[in-house]
């Protein structure tokens, strides 16, 4: 399996908190991709890196901000969380077209 | 618009019986095309994949899936389910000028009942 890790791997929070999720990887992959994933739409495409500090949106970026200071971190904020933000988190990671995803963090927001 | 699209939300097969899944996309070229299964509770797993040459791929578990460009689509197979192929299968589609960013299909639940 991809060395790629998330944490947290659950969280609770409450609505207007800020949140940030962690994506670590291994592999020195160049790409970092963040995705959520919500019953009947798949996984959505939140933001991308395709370097450190090189990062673009994604098809839901609003209400999210993304960072990536070293090659192996992709950082996941959510500057003021709403009930909407309720999803699984999933990261992946690539040096091409192939994707390798982390085990996700499901988080809740109350 | 580009798009993903898997017709059949949820689907149930017997034991032992063929099983085939849908998959069209709309896409000006010819995308990185891929299945993934995921298993209750679990992460993203790679099936298989399609880049180009051999347009009938075989992947892991079993799984087959061909591509068809005259019809935009990259249906999967099984000749025969066990039931610990009950999970939820997605269609994902890629651009190398787009970053590789994956488009996913909303997923296909299979159900395998005995």
């Known amino acids: 399996d991809a060395g790629i890790t998330q944490s947290p791997r659950h969280k609770v929070t409450e609505t207007g908190t800020p949140v940030t999720l962690r994506c670590h990887q291994t592999?020195?992959?160049?790409?970092m991709y963040w995705y959520r994933q919500d019953p009947g739409h798949g996984l959505r495409l939140i933001h991308y890196?395709?370097?450190?500090?090189?990062?673009d949106k994604g098809e839901v970026s609003d209400g999210y901000s993304v960072s990536r200071s070293k090659t192996e971190d992709f950082l996941l904020t959510l500057e003021s969380a709403t009930s909407s933000q309720t999803s699984v988190y999933f990261c992946?990671?690539?040096?091409?077209?192939?994707?390798?995803f982390g085990p996700g963090t499901r988080l809740t927001v109350t | 618009a580009q798009s993903v699209t898997q017709p059949d939300i949820h689907i149930t097969v017997s034991e032992g019986a063929s099983l085939e899944l849908r998959c069209n996309y709309s896409?000006?070229?010819?995308?990185?095309l891929f299945w993934y299964v995921q298993s209750p509770g679990q992460g993203l797993q790679l099936l298989l994949k399609?880049?180009?040459?051999?347009?009938l791929v075989q992947g892991i578990k079993g799984f087959e899936a061909e591509f068809k460009r005259s019809q935009s689509s990259f249906n999967l197979r099984k000749p025969s389910v066990h039931w610990s192929d009950a999970a939820e299968y997605f269609c994902?589609?890629?651009?190398?000028?787009?970053?590789?960013?994956?488009?996913f299909g909303a997923g296909t639940t299979v159900t395998v009942r005995a």
């Open positions: 896409y000006g070229a010819t995308p990185y």
């Open positions: 994902a589609v890629a651009l190398r000028s787009n970053d590789y960013k994956l488009s």
């Open positions: 592999e020195n992959h160049r790409y």
């Open positions: 992946a990671i690539s040096e091409g077209p192939e994707q390798y």
């Open positions: 399609y880049f180009s040459g051999d347009t």
């Open positions: 890196s395709y370097g450190v500090k090189d990062t």
